[in-house]
């Protein structure tokens, strides 16, 4: 996390959630899992956030349940610090400061008082080498604490989580690479065991994984050529022995026992969850096809409920291994984003390359993944060195009624198959239907596509190493989208030269094309106006102005130059040498973005074309380079921010890192008005706050105002706020019962001066009546001395304006006043 002055570079979402074990609560309610620099309480029957524990500056590290308490759970971080959370109210309890950063977390029931946490054996996170250490938690009453107080337990240990606790606690199993190290508690030794890298069958025997048995003296390690060995005896050196099971073709990756024992769970590659009965090993059932890769496995404490993550960043919570009852998906992030990231814009969801051959759409608000886009329409085959489509451009039309999509498959020895696919937006299903498949629009790889944001014609621009770039024009004939055909009505080119990228102006009257070093400017027939030229360097990117800066091309090249022409007199308006590796255009405002790369990291400068000075620079953003980031809009424009914050006003900035991390831009008044929502909010942790709960709760208080009217006229201010104080206050917080007794029944006491508040208003009321009785008798009077008729409706007589009962009873009470007084002031 990165601070400069009002604005903080934070993880937003789509961080991994697959990256620790989570967590299931004792009551199998919820299900807590580490999220970035948070920890996430999700509901395990609705899949939905209930809480967002944020407290840690670097990434969350580790959860795990307080044996003490099961209404509590610790979180280490990276940040150095072990938190000690109130799921349940989404409260932080205690913070203890170590010291060191932190890469896993263990509790045991029979260590009262003490954490063992994974830390590394220099004070430096690229330090190669860590240590299990216990950590002996002080008794403050201070919400801060130092814990200095630090054993060590096991040298040399994996960073990752490759450790369990035997039964009642009394021996911790560690492996890293060829060897099992395990250690005893009252002997304060340890035994290691060592494996061969392998044999002449060609088996791989480094461990990947470990558990505990947790009622008997058995240890289940998982290895790399898929074998699962159980270990017994081993508190004797030399007299241990083991034995083998073997069902998974890849390696291991997870291994975890039932509470009773009964049964030991599996994962790997193959996306399978494996159930061997203990005392049976010959028997176990399987649950296939969960997705991706299995990296971790939780189970309940009463294990009604299993739980796998998976290398697709998604969790699956499963009933007794019988069925899958929910998932929960997050961002899913590859090797790398093919395609560049997009906002829709109809959901304002960020889309990009998914899982393999899909479409994401997700939520960048809710952090929650909405749909999957099947683009490749083929069953995916997972096996290593097969050649498949891949999903690698995408585009939106401004509306969003059009998406274009290009699909690629590249095989040895053959020609690259390319697939250009336009999906039309169906309002039926809320989704895109495929419309026209495209095969071999261009001879070469597609390097960029884009549409026109002209509202008169709908036309798609491709441009390809083969030398040309092409227009796919909507048929004009064509009412709706299903009735519509596309067809290629341009092909264009220059000096036989390969296009790098393309870009529209705002109103689509301008096409502008990189061919390698020059720049053509094209019109909307397809006529071209002119060629910019620029220093030596091949054209990376290109960016029209917006607004009024819209007389402004900006173009990156290879040989590290910005550069900026006018368009009104097709001149270089300015350069500067910068090596820019992304140049991102704010669609809301005048705004540009440009990442920068130096000394192995990137710098951010936000800039409008014709000003001199940036608006907003930032240093050191990120190590590596940014190679994607996008501008979204707000659902809420912010207010009264500072100046060098105000290009945050209309848009939010996303932009991911080397190593895929999405990461934004937060202001200080973003955070302070999410800080007193969240204040506001208070919502029942029973019930999953979805918008259906959210509506119905409005409809319940309506409800209640209707049929019960006196319940807005009698009020108990003091009982209101100490019912709230004694209901929503977690129980280990209160006082103690004697306190809030008298508390409570003082709340429940009407004083004498509001009854007879109560009474003056009902006098008042019985008068208003009387009146109106007396005033209606006197308006039958007149109406009858004018000779009219009773046809008359009230306030209609001569033409005169309907009065409202309201204003009626006021003349009434006028009339009865004393006006002696004004008769005599006129007499003088």
């Not at 004792?26 to 807590?32: T, V």
């Not at 608000?365 to 290593?384: A, C, F, G, S």
């Not at 659902?635 to 991390?661: G, K």
């Not at 509001?754 to 009785?773: C, I, T, Y």
Request: net charge negative.
């Amino acid at each position: 996390m990165v601070a400069h002055a009002e604005i903080r570079v934070v993880h937003l979402g789509g961080s991994k959630i697959n990256f620790r074990e989570p967590v299931i609560t004792n009551d199998s309610r919820f299900l807590l899992c580490a999220s970035g620099e948070s920890v996430k309480v999700y509901s395990s029957s609705s899949e939905e956030c209930v809480h967002d524990l944020q407290g840690h500056t670097d990434l969350v590290s580790g959860i795990v349940r307080n044996p003490s308490n099961h209404l509590q759970v610790y979180s280490c971080s990276a940040d150095g610090t072990v938190r000690l959370w109130d799921f349940t109210d989404g409260i932080l309890i205690k913070t203890f400061i170590i010291g060191y950063p932190i890469y896993s977390i263990y509790v045991s029931e029979n260590h009262g008082g003490v954490v063992f946490v994974v830390v590394p054996m220099a004070n430096d996170k690229s330090s190669e080498l860590f240590q299990l250490v216990a950590v002996h938690l002080p008794l403050s009453g201070d919400q801060e604490v130092e814990a200095r107080e630090l054993s060590a337990v096991l040298c040399d240990v994996s960073p990752s989580g490759a450790a369990s606790f035997g039964r009642k606690g009394e021996y911790i199993a560690a492996v890293k690479g060829l060897q099992l190290e395990v250690f005893f508690f009252k002997k304060q030794k340890s035994h290691r065991f060592f494996l061969k890298s392998g044999n002449k069958k060609g088996a791989k025997n480094a461990f990947t994984c470990v558990s505990c048995h947790p009622k008997e003296d058995c240890i289940a390690t998982g290895h790399e050529d898929g074998k699962i060995r159980l270990w017994r005896n081993f508190n004797q050196k030399k007299e241990y022995t083991y034995s083998t099971l073997h069902w998974h073709h890849g390696a291991v990756n997870t291994l975890q026992f039932t509470p009773e024992g009964t049964n030991l769970l599996s994962g790997g590659i193959e996306s399978v969850l494996v159930q061997w009965h203990y005392t049976q090993e010959d028997q176990k059932d399987f649950l296939p096809r969960l997705g991706g890769a299995i990296t971790h496995i939780a189970v309940s404490p009463d294990g009604s409920l299993f739980c796998t993550s998976h290398s697709d960043n998604k969790i699956t919570i499963i009933q007794s291994c019988v069925k899958v009852s929910a998932i929960i998906q997050g961002l899913v992030k590859g090797e790398g984003v093919r395609t560049d990231l997009t906002i829709d814009p109809r959901s304002k969801a960020l889309v990009l390359n998914g899982k393999p051959g899909h479409l994401q759409f997700y939520s960048l608000h809710r952090d929650k993944l909405l749909y999957n886009l099947d683009i490749v329409q083929q069953e995916y085959i997972h096996e290593e060195g097969l050649d498949q489509f891949e999903v690698v451009k995408a585009a939106f039309d401004t509306r969003g009624d059009w998406l274009a999509t290009v699909e690629e498959r590249t095989q040895k020895g053959l020609e690259l198959e390319i697939n250009l696919k336009l999906w039309a937006y169906d309002e039926q299903t809320q989704s895109f239907m495929l419309n026209t498949t495209v095969t071999a629009p261009h001879e070469d790889q597609i390097t960029a596509m884009c549409f026109s944001p002209s509202p008169e014609t709908t036309m798609l621009v491709t441009i390809s190493f083969d030398g040309h770039f092409k227009a796919w024009l909507l048929a004009d004939h064509s009412d709706t989208k299903e009735g519509a055909s596309w067809s290629c009505d341009f092909v264009g080119g220059y000096h036989h030269l390969k296009p790098g990228c393309c870009c529209f102006s705002a109103d689509g009257s301008l096409l502008a094309v990189g061919f390698q070093e020059v720049v053509t400017v094209w019109s909307p027939s397809w006529e071209l106006l002119t060629t910019l030229s620029q220093p030596p360097g091949a054209i990376r990117d290109l960016c029209f102005g917006r607004l009024s800066c819209s007389k402004y091309l900006l173009g990156t090249s290879t040989k590290n130059q910005l550069c900026c022409w006018n368009l009104l007199t097709c001149s270089l308006e300015w350069s500067t040498p910068v090596d820019v590796s992304l140049l991102q255009a704010d669609p809301l405002s005048e705004n540009m973005a440009a990442f920068c790369s130096q000394s192995g990291c990137s710098d951010l400068f936000v800039f409008k074309p014709g000003e001199p000075r940036p608006i907003y620079s930032q240093k050191a953003l990120c190590t590596g380079k940014v190679q994607r980031a996008v501008f979204a809009p707000r659902d809420q424009m912010l207010e009264s921010c500072e100046e060098h914050a105000q290009w945050l006003n209309r848009s939010q900035l996303y932009f991911f890192t080397q190593h895929m991390d999405l990461m934004m831009f937060s202001t200080k008044t973003e955070e302070d008005r999410l800080l007193a929502s969240s204040k506001r909010l208070m919502v029942d942790d029973t019930v999953a706050v979805t918008p259906f709960y959210l509506l119905l709760g409005k409809h319940r208080q309506q409800q209640e105002a209707l049929t019960n009217p006196m319940a807005e006229r009698i009020q108990l201010p003091q009982g209101s706020i100490a019912i709230k104080e004694l209901l929503y206050t977690p129980a280990h917080v209160l006082p103690s019962a004697s306190f809030l007794c008298s508390m409570f029944v003082r709340s429940l006491l009407i004083s004498s001066s509001s009854a007879s508040e109560e009474k003056e208003p009902v006098e008042e009321e019985m008068e208003s009546e009387e009146e109106d009785s007396e005033g209606e008798a006197e308006l039958r009077d007149a109406r009858q001395d004018l000779g009219g008729s009773e046809a008359w409706g009230p306030g209609e007589e001569l033409g005169a304006p309907a009065l409202t009962k309201a204003q009626e009873r006021e003349l009434r009470r006028v009339k009865h006043f004393d006006h002696s007084w004004l008769s005599s002031i006129l007499e003088c």
